[in-house]
């Protein structure tokens, strides 16, 4: 199956994982298929999964006062989850939705406890993931209250120039925390010949 070379890869960024090792973590996950404009979880819903994309694009978002509030993206080889659900059992402020036909595999709570009780590797493997995790957020958070527009701008395209295509515009200055006009404007800006 070609996912688990996609799970292996991603592990390997953390820890390295024998034959055995591997078997067992990859016989945790599920394999899940959704159409466009699905559904993973909606807000108020206890987040039961936690999700790496093999194939596809979602979005996690609250409901702002108008429109949706988007938090993040994943896309292939990418975590999408309601962490906060998920760790704490509580009702998820979030939603997430995907925006093509996405594939993912999938860990319950209870999966990962086992592999944690499996080996002091794997908890190791999941306390790395949590705080790369972590750390990407608060940079994100940082980056959105103090650069600028046109450098939140900036910065996303050089990451993310695949996005500009995949994602409707109104998601990506809702992400950037900017109006669709400051976007729509600054996308004009940099396709300016220099």
Not at 11 to 31: H, I, K, P, Q, W
Not at 87 to 111: Q, Y
Not at 117 to 142: A, C, H, N
């Amino acid at each position: 199956m070609e996912w688990i070379e996609n799970v292996k890869t991603y592990a390997s960024n953390y820890v390295r994982l024998d034959d055995r090792e591997l078997a067992f973590f990859t016989g945790m996950f599920e394999l899940r298929r959704f159409e466009k404009r699905k559904m993973l979880i909606a807000e108020g819903e206890v987040e039961r999964y936690l999700n790496f994309v093999i194939k596809g694009l979602s979005i996690k978002f609250f409901q702002g006062k108008k429109d949706r509030v988007v938090t993040q993206f994943a896309r292939e080889n990418d975590l999408i989850s309601c962490y906060e659900s998920f760790l704490s059992g509580r009702p998820s402020n979030s939603a997430v939705e995907t925006l093509e036909p996405t594939t993912i595999v999938s860990l319950t709570k209870e999966n990962v406890d086992r592999l944690y009780d499996y080996s002091p590797k794997m908890e190791r493997l999941g306390r790395m993931i949590t705080t790369d995790q972590f750390l990407k957020w608060v940079e994100f958070e940082y980056d959105r209250l103090r650069l600028s527009s046109s450098e939140r701008f900036v910065n996303f395209v050089r990451g993310n120039a695949d996005l500009m295509q995949r994602v409707p515009q109104k998601y990506l200055a809702s992400y950037l925390n900017m109006k669709p006009e400051t976007f729509s404007r600054l996308k004009h800006l940099i396709k300016r010949p220099s």
